[in-house]
């Protein structure tokens, strides 16, 4: 049984790395030499040629370290490593929960040093080739430091208490589980802005003046309490533009990043907030941790019906049934289930784009949410012409065409220069 279920684990690994290399040739092939009528005054001739230069550079990036990661989990699977590792972890201690951190330790430091090359050549060779970089040798140290403490502390700590729930729950520890981590879900969503974000960034509240007085005037316009509306360091480590929306209640507030004022006009920075808050008016970001839990629910149960099953752990190359091998077992037998999952909700994440920059058009100005979302293509080197099954596998937004014609549908949008 546990040599079918390796030759399972090899297949779908086989099979979602062959799929993923046949999507990105196709969105490769894609690429065109003339972009749509509706988008031409997004780039000028030299800018476009660098866009399309920049996606190649990331699609051989991506084809040479999508390689190495598969051939990585390949050898560790022919070459019996989790076992290997587990034997490592168990040479230290019996003790079942830190068996399990020492595991998953190794395997997260030594996969972060592998990777480490790549991660260095993505910031400081392509991102600075193209004018994006910003990040210092000391940033991109720190950075790390402090990803491996948090990653210590959180992941860790969830890892454990799982553990523990099982070790005195055994198969219905997953109803625990489940509530503990739709407990850290709920907790994250409304202070991952004031905890997490810190440790990485500095958050400042909007200076007073033009832009905080358009802001909160389309808020009381929107019927939208706003008090909290900061502005994050976010040219600290790149030029890119993002503005995004965080917590609920009194914890509500918006996070500009200061590229976004810098490239955008204070109309458009309101437009693409009106879009922001209509993810809350629309009950999007409820609807989506409500949806969370309930999918981690369910995949927490479904575990929970072969935790015991030992043939999870001897597929991996083990005679000694282990809980975290029988989690990594069945994390890629999963993985098929977990990606048509995905693909539903990234079609509802699309949709809920299309109503947020509907609820923008309505609350606000159409057009000159459509001049903010062309600038920060433009900034960003997006790809503005990718392969429909790309997007239908991939994309949570819709591409910037069909946003900008759903938002033209229903009627004219009015030519008001603001």
Known sequence: MHNTLFYIILGIIIVDFLLERWLDYLNGKKLSTELPEELRDVY????????????????RFSLITSTFSFLLIIGMLLFNGFNMVDTWA??????????????????AIASDILNLPFTVYDIFIIEEKFGFNKTTPRTFVLDKIKSWFLGAVIGGGIISLIIWFYQQTTTSFWIYAWIAVSLFTVFMTMFYSTLIVPIFNKQTPLEEGELRNEIQQFSE????????IYVIDGSKRSTKSNAYFAGFGSKKRIVLFD????????????SVLAHEIGHYKKKHVLKGIVTSIIQTGITLFIFSLFVDNPQLSAALGSEKPSFHLGLIAFGILYSPISMVVGLFMNYFSRKHEYSADGFAKEKYNGEVLIRALKKLSSRNLSNLTPHPLYVFFHYSHP????????????????????
């Open 399 to 418: 591409p910037l065409l069909q946003r900008i014609r759903a938002l033209k549908q229903t009627h004219l949008i009015r030519d008001e220069e603001n």
């Open 44 to 59: 000028d001739a030299e800018q476009y040629k660098k866009s399309q230069e920049y996606k190649k550079a990331n699609d």
């Open 259 to 270: 590229t976004l004022i810098r490239d955008l006009s204070n109309h458009e920075i309101v």
């Open 90 to 107: 168990r040479s230290f201690t019996e003790h079942p929960v830190l068996v399990a951190l020492i595991f998953f330790g190794i395997l």
């Open 221 to 228: 316009k929107a019927d939208f309490k706003l008090d909290n």
